[in-house]
């Protein structure tokens, strides 16, 4: 297939089309809201059951099939946000704060993106590795952890380390995901035959109604792109598209298959909206929300799940290729 028309069938599956429903809500001004509880509840769902089925792949698979691609996954979380403060201090002229929370969102990853990218690759039949959500998982805290130090010394106010680490690791997110993935280790395939009903059959309902809420969401962010200057846009653009080759290559170089491997470069080239905002809004009060929610929000957000992943899908089979 062509890349555009690999384009084209991702725009028209159902998780997408009901993201673009809800950005049109937004901009048309329509009363459609979804309750908050609702949102948490379908949140909730979606990240326990990627951790689930992560971890009962991860319980059937070798140690050394999983640990080289962890290793390379979290060298990809060491190092992204490293570069990405960089540039935005030096060509971007922003402060030490928001370069640093700009760095935590695009150095983490976005659990949605990775569950559309699971959803492409279903409607093209392409495998991949099972243990790939251990590596979402694996992937939520190096960059948020780099960048805080990165701005640690240089800004005034300070959160101790303590209170910072039970931010991030007992946030919902890094919580549900870890959580599942261990009761999945622990139980395996016949303990999680007993709520695959629940947590496989509906899951795509699911994430389309979760993706109709994201969709409001992004919209909502539309008005501060004018806020953010023309440099945050194409960062926002150019930046994940840099990380998903170099995701992509990682992961062939670890030896995953080239549907794993096109997922790692999706996760590389994703940005954080829930992990990395909880731990920025602790520890960086000064950052401003414009910039780093607006970004992965509004720009890379949309960007990935609208041209992203079958842009990162036609990498893949070149890198390989195939």
């Known amino acids: 297939m062509s890349a555009l028309e690999l384009i084209q069938l991702n725009l028209l599956t159902p998780v997408v089309l009901a993201f ?25 769902y979606l990240l326990l059951a990627i951790g689930l089925k992560g ?40 402060t030490v704060a928001d370069s640093a929370a700009l760095a935590a969102h695009y150095g983490s990853v976005s659990a949605v993106t990775f569950l559309a990218t699971l959803a492409f690759l279903a409607a093209l039949g392409v495998p991949h590795e099972g243990f790939m959500p251990a590596l979402l998982a694996i992937m939520e805290v190096p960059a948020i952890v780099v960048a805080l130090l ?84 194409g960062f926002g653009i150019v930046m994940p598209l840099l990380h998903g080759a170099l995701g992509i290559y990682v992961g062939k170089w670890c030896g995953l298959s080239m549907g794993g491997s096109m997922i790692l470069g999706v996760l590389a080239a994703s940005a954080s909206y829930i992990a990395a905002p909880a731990a920025v809004r602790l520890s960086l009060p000064q950052a401003n929300p414009t910039y780093y929610l607006t ?28």
């Open 20 to 44: 673009f429903l809800g950005m049109a809500a937004t901009l048309l001004r329509s009363d459609l809201k979804m309750p908050d509880e609702l949102y948490q509840g379908l949140s909730i």
């Open 55 to 94: 971890g009962v792949e991860l319980s059937a698979a070798a140690p050394r099939e999983f640990l080289i691609p962890a290793g390379g996954a979290v060298l990809l979380g060491l190092a992204v946000p490293l570069w990405c403060y960089a540039l935005l201090r030096k060509i971007g002229r922003l």
């Open 150 to 233: 990165l701005a640690r010394s240089r800004v005034p106010e300070r959160t101790p380390w303590r209170e910072l680490a039970r931010e991030i690791l007992t946030g919902k997110s890094i919580l549900l995901l870890a959580g599942g993935l261990l009761i999945g280790l622990i139980t395996g395939r016949e303990g999680f035959a007993k709520v695959e009903g629940f947590f496989v059959t509906p899951f795509q309902g699911v994430l389309a109604l979760f993706l109709l809420e994201m969709g409001m969401v992004a919209a909502r962010r539309f008005g501060d792109l004018r806020k953010v200057g023309w440099f945050l846009v």
């Open 295 to 322: 970004a992965s929000l509004a720009i890379t957000f949309p960007f990935n799940l609208t041209f992203g992943i079958p842009l990162y899908y036609a990498f893949a089979r070149f890198a390989y290729g195939v």
